[in-house]
């Protein structure tokens, strides 16, 4: 009977395998295996390695405060500053090795205390007339602690492309952000990612894929600096693009250090279509990730587990506490297994910089250049008649938060045209520190600056009455629910629904009260302007930042409201230059009671 073609293969096939078998039983009756001879399996080759991580440093080198002119101090007990930070790393690199040691930042280096400010705008390292700028600080400090890497955040947009592309410049380590492109191309206007090496004597060296994500509300908050410039895209999209190629450039390890959150949520709602703190749904939806740096939300999260719906694999995220004040170890162990690094172990802890000194050598490095700004921010600029203090502003109408309402709206007056400057003014603005206090007598830069801490510019936005009572409805949901007969309580009453102190506005220019006993969105009675109810169709400018006026916290309205005025001007800088001019900052030249809780109609304070 004829063989066809398939069955022949099959039987050659199978003839072979059989002929193997006799082949290797005859050679083993052959010749017996001797006990000499036979040799233990090799133990498979192990190595572990540590990611130390920062974020959120926000231009902290000192444990100091330059607001209040002292060491930092908060309920807590923390200490904040790279050079404590720098101690930590020493110890780890000590410990552990130098050449098993890397370490990432995620993000906001360059903004937030008046160091930053200092050599942005005082003193720019973009330089002046024409003359080279002097080096950033954070800059010599993170080169000297040896970054690694840094993602951006997106406070390194504040003060222009032209100082963040300096910044650059100045570090010894790139600045990653996969889903920061150019406008026009739409391709990664930063490195998206850098590949390290560990080195394993009589081993291959591990492969660290390290890929930098950046947040996608920079496109709002810093529309005024980005828009066509620059785009930016969701973390999850870009990861979904980079972390294969990472993986078929032969990485062992895919690590992330995204300037984004862990929770899912966005603060601007729906204006955007990318999610603000995506970092979880990166670890959820990408597979090939080991191990996820987190920043932006100021929180601690030690440690975090996240399961890949793909591939089932666990991925541990970590977030250490912004200004200096954590820092993260990652630890990972790896197994050789046939010449391939494997992952085994991966854990994540924080350490806390309270526990050690200040290192020296940064100390040496920056000490000059700290001391220049606290010069600088004692500087006097006027004197106060009487004590302006925000501790009761998040459920008061204080003094002090007027000051703030009083420089927007005369400043954007200035500026109106002609037509626009018959329409009723009115300003917007929160209060940011509840530790602010512009004291009685001396003026200096610092009591205004520690009042408005942002590096904020300002807007004039046209908005109608009905969208003036949205936008206050908004602002309200800011406090929890107290109802009629039941006493309020300022420990528990503000920051409902994850609404922080910045994110709530109060209003000037219109008289309003907030009652707290009823439900969320039917909160705000009374609404007049110059003693007359505010008609739905009424037009008002409204003075605004340039964060809120772009959608920042996701008021309704604002973001798409017509412009009648903008600038470049901080108006923190704005407030101090107001002193400066007037000499004296009387409240009684601006402070009006026209907004106030109540509970059915019956004032609260």
Known sequence: MPVNPLNRREFVKKSAVTGAAVAVAGTAAAAPARAADRRPEKAPRTWSFSILGTTDLHSHVFDWDYYTDAAYKDSKGNSVGVARVATLIKQQRAAKGEHRVLLVDAGDIIQGTSLAYYYARVAPITGTDGHKGPKHPMAIAMNAMRYD????????????????RTFEKQCHFPLLGANALDAKTLRPAFLPYTVKRICVPGAPDIKVGILGLTNPGIALWDKDNVSGKMAFTGLVEQAEKYVPRLRALGCDVVFLTDHSGLDGSSSYGTELPYIENASNLVAEQVPGIDAILVGHTHTEVSSYTVTNTETGKDVVLSEPYCYGMRLTVFDFELELVHGQWKVTSTKAQTLNSNTVEEDAEITELLKADHDLVVKYVNTPVGTCTADLSAAEACWKDVPVMDFIHQVQMATVASGLSTADAALPLISVA????????????????????????????????????AQLKDYLEYAAKYYHRVPSGTKADTATLTNANNFWDYMYDTAAGVSYDIDIAQAEGSRIKNLTYNGTA????????????????????????????????????????????????????????????????????????
């Open 430 to 465: 929160a209060p940011f520190s509840r530790t602010a206090d512009i004291p009685q007598g001396d003026v200096t830069i610092r009591d205004v600056a520690g009042l408005y801490i942002y590096d904020n510019t300002l807007y004039g936005k046209k908005l109608t009455g």
């Open 149 to 164: 890497a840094a993602a951006l955040g997106n406070h390194e947009f504040n003060y222009g492309i032209e100082t963040l």
């Open 534 to 605: 505010v008609a739905d169709d009424q037009v008002f400018v409204v003075a605004v930042n340039n964060y809120r006026a772009n959608g920042g916290s996701g008021y309704p309205h604002i973001a798409s409201a017509d412009i009648a005025y903008s600038s470049t001007n901080e108006i923190r800088q704005l407030m101090i230059d107001y002193v400066t001019s007037k000499g004296t900052l009387n409240p009684a030249d601006f402070a009006v009671a026209n907004w106030k809780l109540t509970q059915d109609g019956t004032a609260v304070f």
